[in-house]
């Protein structure tokens, strides 16, 4: 009798496994979106039985929290879904399907709710609420997809990472400015997920507490974001890789522009170009940069015209060249400001208009140009294959090609370009924890993420418009640039609406530019009318050209006065130079 006991125990103990996390992960999941979906109902009947302001705002932000307690899932999983649900409240354009989408969301809605109650547009905010009910209901889908615990960890992983570049700056929260509350709510809530893969160890349990313990402090006029990111929120980012790791949970493998095993923003190698090449043939190498960077320096390509990519693109200038407007092949100004390479590789989009797609792209049509090089890729080949000095660098360059066309050279001198992002300025070394920034460069960058808002649109840490943490999309905005500072005349460049003069809302928009290096990119903006980084200030200080009583209807930046003190500005520039590589 007693072995049959036995029997039964070990049969009893051996039936009972511990249940699939992936399937945790799901009921979790299940549970945290019915407590959204009742928080925004909640919500919505306090609009509908107009209660006072502060309890519409009130549930209004709770529907939030409980948003981004599952925000890392749908970001990661349903990005599509989710731009409707807390996206930009701009209209979406997708210029190859040739249609407009509307805004919607939590965003859009924070417009008729904060800082006040928009009594007149009381239809349409209810109309609003409708369409986030509906849009949440595309995310019953998320329990029919398949989920490796890879995939589940990486997506916490990238959250932290969007507090750093995103919450911080308050990104997404500019009216409510809500940034700390649900910065505080997403990490109280991601321990929760994490458990389901392992027991959290204490190591990342006390960066989780110490994170939250840090924004629960009392705050004074100005957050100190720059200690919160490299205090707290980098170790908990490294933390969550190392643990995942102790589980004996691989890191994902594919290619993307913040590799899956990165750490911090600011780990060797953490950032690739190599996505945006859209191909594995294209990828970069030493030895392609090697044979971009010498063709980048030779005249070779503009055949005879006795000019480089260098001409305009000078090393000493950040690749620049300092000028109004780069004088072309005809000795007269080009279109535009000459903009810095640098760094040009970590960007969905190229040109100020947004209108190429590749680096390789954007090297032809600047070859080819004829009011820049007047040259012939063609041509150039041809010259190429003839010069002895060529022979040894291409054959690194492509060991398994057997006949060179003009694609290798575009891809060559996009590898180049690529190879120009060295992560070595003062603030680098900071965030890595080898150099120091002093007191007034330190208010700069906390003024840069809060009262100045720069962060919102230049974002940390490649301070481009590549939106992160997952780097797809390049943004433009439209600013209202002068043609000369207080002019309060519009420069007549269209920007991405010279193409596409259909579309309103791309009229005068550019794209959103690295500001890594701008000690050394003077003169500023697509027109270069702006001579120094205070008469740049002055014009976001005052909020662009509605805020100096220019009409522009779809200017995205906003006409608010930031009221900056001559002490702030001075400390942003010195945080802007902190940027300059070494």
Known sequence: MKNYLFLFFILTIGSCKP?????????????????????????????????????????????????????????????????????????????????????????????????????????????????????????????????????????????????????????????????????????????????????????????????IQFLEKPKNESFDALTCIKQYLQPLTKGIINWQKTQEIAPLKDTRILSAEAGTYFDKNAFSGDFYTHNSEAYSSTAKASLGQKLFFDPVLSNGNGISCVTCHQPDKAFTDGQIKAIGISGKRVQRNTPTLMYAGLQSKQFYDLSVGSLEEQAEKVVHNPLEMKGNLEKALISIKKDTKYAEVLKKAFPKVTRIETRHLRNAIGAYIRSLAPFNSRFDQYMKGTGILDNQEKQGFNLFM?????????????????????????????????????????????????????????????????????????????????????????????????????????????????????????????????????
């Open 450 to 582: 809060g009262k100045a808002k720069c962060g919102t649109c230049h974002f940390f840490p490649l301070f481009n418009g590549t939106v992160p943490p997952d780097f797809q999309k390049t943004e433009s905005e439209v600013l209202g640039v002068f043609d000369q500072p207080r002019s309060k005349k519009i420069d007549k460049d269209l920007g991405r609406g010279t193409h596409n003069p259909q579309i309103d809302d791309w009229r005068y928009a550019f794209k959103t530019p690295t500001i890594r290096n701008i000690e050394k990119t003077a003169p500023y903006m697509h027109n270069g009318a702006y001579p120094d980084l205070v008469s740049v200030i002055d014009f976001y200080d005052h909020g662009g050209a509605l805020g100096l009583g220019v009409e522009l209807e779809n200017q995205t930046l906003s006409d608010e006065q930031l009221k900056l003190s001559k002490t702030e500005k001075t400390a942003l520039i010195a945080f802007l130079k902190t940027l300059t590589d070494r």
């Open 19 to 211: 249940e699939d996390p992936t399937i945790a992960f799901k009921k979790q999941m299940a549970v945290d979106l019915g407590i959204l979906n009742e928080q925004v109902s909640r919500f919505q009947q306090t609009v509908v039985t107009k209660q006072p302001e502060d309890s519409i705002q009130r549930t209004f932000l709770q529907a939030r929290i409980a948003y981004k307690k599952i925000e890392f899932i749908t970001e990661y999983f349903m990005p599509s879904a989710t731009r409707l649900v807390n996206g930009a409240p701009l209209n979406e354009i997708e210029i190859e399907e040739n249609m407009i989408n509307e805004p919607g969301g939590f965003q859009v809605i924070e417009e008729y709710v904060f800082p006040k109650i928009d009594t007149a547009n009381y239809q349409e905010l209810i109309h609003q609420i409708n369409k986030l009910q509906t849009e949440l209901k595309r995310y019953q889908t998320l329990q029919d997809l398949e989920y490796m615990p890879s995939q589940c960890l990486d997506a916490a992983r990238l959250e932290v990472f969007r507090i750093s570049s995103l919450g911080l700056s308050g990104f997404d929260t500019p009216l409510s400015q809500n940034k700390i509350a649900e910065s505080i709510a997403v990490l109280a809530h991601l321990p929760v997920y994490l458990n389901l893969f392992g027991k959290v160890d204490k190591d990342l349990e006390k960066a989780f507490s110490e994170s």
